[in-house]
């Protein structure tokens, strides 16, 4: 599956919509972002069931203040609209295949239990 550019419009809609979305917040000067796109895109064509997005931060400032970007690249990948993982730097591919198999082995259940009790405590 090749990426996609996400906007803030659209952003809501994708998380919402979809299982697993990972994000890759970039910029198009960005020499490290530029390095990692074909890593990105490479491992986007094995995991057809998981939504590559792009987020520029030039262009979307709304959802790089959102989520507190600092540093680009940054990734983060949503399951069930939840954060599990979110780290600036470039990923190998080796790397970010591992990072997909540990979101992959989640147990969803528990994570949404734990964020209702932290909800219900606060």
Not at 87 to 100: A, N
Request: aromatic share 8%; with cysteine.
């Amino acid at each position: 599956m090749a990426t996609e550019n996400v906007t803030a419009a659209e952003f809501n809609d994708l998380i919402s919509n979809n299982e697993i979305v990972i994000i890759d917040f970039w910029a198009p000067w960005c020499g490290p972002c530029r390095s990692f796109a074909p890593t990105y895109e490479k491992v986007s064509d094995k995991h057809t069931d998981i939504v590559f997005a792009k987020v520029n931060t030039e262009e979307e400032e709304e959802l790089s203040s959102h989520f507190q970007i600092r540093s680009i690249p940054t990734l983060m990948i949503f399951r069930e609209q939840v954060v599990l993982f979110a780290q600036p730097g470039m990923l190998s591919e080796g790397q970010l295949e591992e990072v997909i198999g540990k979101v992959r082995e989640v147990d969803m259940a528990k994570v949404h239990a734990d964020i209702a009790n932290q909800e219900h405590s606060a």
